[in-house]
Structure formats: C-alpha cells, structure tokens
C-alpha cells in the first residue's frame, strides 16, 4: 500500500511551494492518508510492526507534521519508532523492485534540492563524492520552465516538450572541470538570456527546441559525470534516485552505459512513504530505532547518517 496525497495543483498557482501552506495541507491530510493505506492493505494498526517517518531534510514545519505524527503513533501504539535521512529514502527506493540489490554502488541522486554523486560501500555507508555549487537539477528545471511560462512543476514538461524538439541553441556545457561536482546556475542563466535577448529583439523561440537544448546539455553533464566516477571507483553498478530520475532524458542518456544502471519504477521516483518504509526496513533489521524526542533536521546531511566503513 502507498498511498500519496499530492499539493501540486495547491501550489501551482503559486509556481512553487509555499511552506506554510504545504504544512497546513500536511496537518489536514496525514491521518486521513494513514488510515486510507492501511485499509488498502487490509491491515489495521495493530498488525503492523513499526512507525517510520522522515525527519530531513526538507521543510521544517511539514517535517514536523510527519514526525510528530510519528511519535504520537509510536507512543500510543506501543510500536517501535524509526527516524529516517529522506535521500536515503530515495534511495532505498530502488531496493522495493530490486531485492537482491547490494552494495558497493554509485548512487546518482536528483531531485529538486539535491544533485549528488554517493558512494556507498555498504548499506549505511554513504560518502558524498560529488555535488551541486548552486542549483540542484530540478530547481534549475523549475526555473527555466518559469522563464518558459510553464506550469509547475516545471520539469515534467520541459521533458515532454525536449523529446519534441531538436537541439538547435548553443549553451555552456556547465562545470566541465573533470571533478564529480555539478553548476547548473550558468546554464540555467543562458536560458533565460537567451530567452530575455530574444523577447527583445522581438524574435520567437522555439520552445520545444530551447526545452530539448537545455535537457541536453544537463543531462549529458549528469550522464557523464556519473559514468565517470563509476569507472575511477571500480562499482559495478549505478543507482538513480530522487524525482528526476523519472525524466525520460536522463534515462536515455544513461542507457548507453557499460555498467548497469538501475532506475526505481516511476511510482517510486518522487516522494512517497513506500520508499521511506525501505529505508526503514533496513534500519529495523539492525535495530536502529529513534527515540520518542526525535527532532527534525530540516539540513539533515546525508554523510551524518552514515556510519562508515566499520558498521556490521
């Protein structure tokens, strides 16, 4: 069962999220959402084993919603709490359809906050190799699609209207340095100059075509720059994980690698409880429970979860 209660039409008219709303939405819904998932598992509270939650990072109050609706189960339930990283979510996400998947593995994560390379030797061994100086991914998706007028969430679209469209614009191919690292600001800048200039020379852009150069260049740098590490660490495999990883662009360009690259299945790519429920899974088995004055992070670095090299 995983049942998700999307905001998206609530903010799109704000063309992105508002924190207070979001948490207000979170407030309203998280019980009724709860008890929807346990009647479509024909379960009911009593026959599960655990609570889990995420408590960061992201936004702090709708962080807060979830957690704290955590705790009140745990405690009055009398059922073990789980407190889990959010990336690592996404990330066990792709455990759900592929059960026997182990590391060592590079792990690619994109999402609207997040563009990270993650070395990960074991299950709680997650050493950030690579990372964004500015603008993870889908936020210079989102930003590009406002420069557009599109609606929001950008990055959909953009992605529809890049495999209808021919790269015909010339744009900087952003960070080409060598390193693990990722800049999507210059990019992103370019569109929107060129766009601007265009606007007023009185000239028309092909939107299409802007769409396809933009994703382009953006996810031949991703493509090539995990392909890249993948090879200097010896992994052989690649995990993808976060909502970009459902942009069809990226999984074309991603195709083309000699080392197996493994998507989670489009239902599990953006936010859900399901993947939060992997990670937990996890943690349950070796008996990493959260206490009942879990607080939340809404900062919550991915390498403070790990536990290195010597955790068995």
Do not use: W
């Not at 009593?46 to 962080?63: E, F, N, R, S």
């Not at 979830?66 to 009398?78: D, E, F, Q, R």
């Not at 265009?198 to 995990?226: H, P, W, Y």
């Not at 200097?232 to 662009?249: H, T």
């Amino acid at each position: 069962s995983n049942v998700i209660n999307t905001q998206i039409a609530i903010h799109t008219q704000f063309g992105g999220v508002v924190p207070e709303i979001a948490s207000r939405q979170h407030v309203e819904n998280i019980s009724n959402v709860a008890k929807e998932a346990l009647k479509e598992a024909n379960m009911t509270f009593d026959d599960i084993d655990i609570i889990a939650c995420t408590y960061g990072p992201g936004l702090v109050g709708a962080l807060l919603v979830g957690v704290s609706y955590a705790k009140g189960l745990s405690y009055a339930l009398n059922k073990p709490l789980v407190g889990t990283n959010h990336i690592e979510g996404h990330i066990a996400a792709n455990y759900i359809t592929n059960l026997n998947l182990k590391p060592p593995f590079l792990c690619l994560v994109v999402s609207g906050g997040h563009t990270e390379l993650v070395y990960m030797k074991k299950e709680f061994s997650f050493e950030v190799i690579g990372t964004t100086f500015d603008d993870a991914i889908g936020e210079a998706y989102d930003k590009v699609g406002r420069v557009l007028h599109l609606p929001y969430p950008g990055g959909p679209v953009l992605d529809k209207m890049a495999h209808e469209g021919t790269h015909s614009y010339t744009l900087p191919k952003p960070l080409d340095d060598g390193s693990y690292n990722f800049s999507f600001s210059g990019l992103k800048s370019a569109v929107i100059n060129l766009k601007h200039n265009a606007d007023q020379r009185g000239e028309e852009i092909n939107g299409n075509d802007l769409a396809c150069s933009f994703q382009d260049v953006a996810m031949d740098t991703i493509a090539s720059k995990a392909l890249a590490a993948a090879h200097d660490l010896g992994v052989k495999q690649i995990i993808v994980a976060g909502g970009v990883s459902a942009n069809k662009g990226l999984r074309e360009k991603m195709s083309t690698s000699d080392i197996p690259v493994i998507f989670p299945p489009l239902k599990y790519c953006t936010d859900n409880a399901a993947m939060i429920a992997s990670a937990a899974s996890i943690m349950y088995k070796y008996n990493m429970f959260a206490p009942l004055d879990l607080s939340v992070k809404p900062d919550y670095d991915l390498e403070a979860e790990s536990v290195g090299d010597n955790y068995e």
